[in-house]
Nanobody
Framework: QVMLVESGGGLVQAGGSLRLSCAASGGTFGTYGWFRQAPGKEREFVAAIRRSGSTNYYAEFVKGRFTISRDNAMSTLYLQMNSLKPEDTAVYYC?????????????????????WGQGTQVTVSS
């Protein structure tokens, strides 16, 4: 049974940092990603990484602020979030897909991910 369990969300002031973690079990996947969903908005792509860790993909609005990484030995995915802004407030979801993505169109497409975590709330106060 595949399980993705996020942790590390919370309340932080603007300009602060948080690190999200996602513990994956029940399989090894080709591509891992982070998505987020703010109230009243669609779930949107944040970042993705191949299983090997060789290539990362980022949404334009997080480039230079967020870093995705993966600890293969621990089967854990991370999202380091720095310089947080109030507009980063959302529920953040960990996701995984069986395919290894070789382009942004694959890595950034919500429909390509078969497995999802339950989400963790991130709130950034101004």
């Amino acid at each position: 049974q595949v399980m993705l369990v996020e942790s590390g969300g919370g309340l932080v002031q603007a300009g602060g940092s948080l690190r999200l973690s996602c513990a994956a079990s029940g399989g090894t996947f080709g591509t891992y990603g982070w998505f987020r969903q703010a109230p009243g908005k669609e779930r949107e792509f944040v970042a993705a990484i191949r299983r090997s860790g060789s290539t990362n993909y980022y949404a334009e609005f997080v480039k230079g602020r967020f870093t995705i990484s993966r600890d293969n030995a621990m089967s854990t995915l991370y999202l380091q979030m720095n310089s947080l802004k109030p507009e980063d407030t959302a529920v953040y979801y960990c996701a995984a897909q069986n395919k290894i993505c070789f382009d942004y169109r694959c890595a950034g497409a919500r429909a390509e991910y078969e497995y999802w975590g339950q989400g963790t709330q991130v709130t950034v106060s101004s």
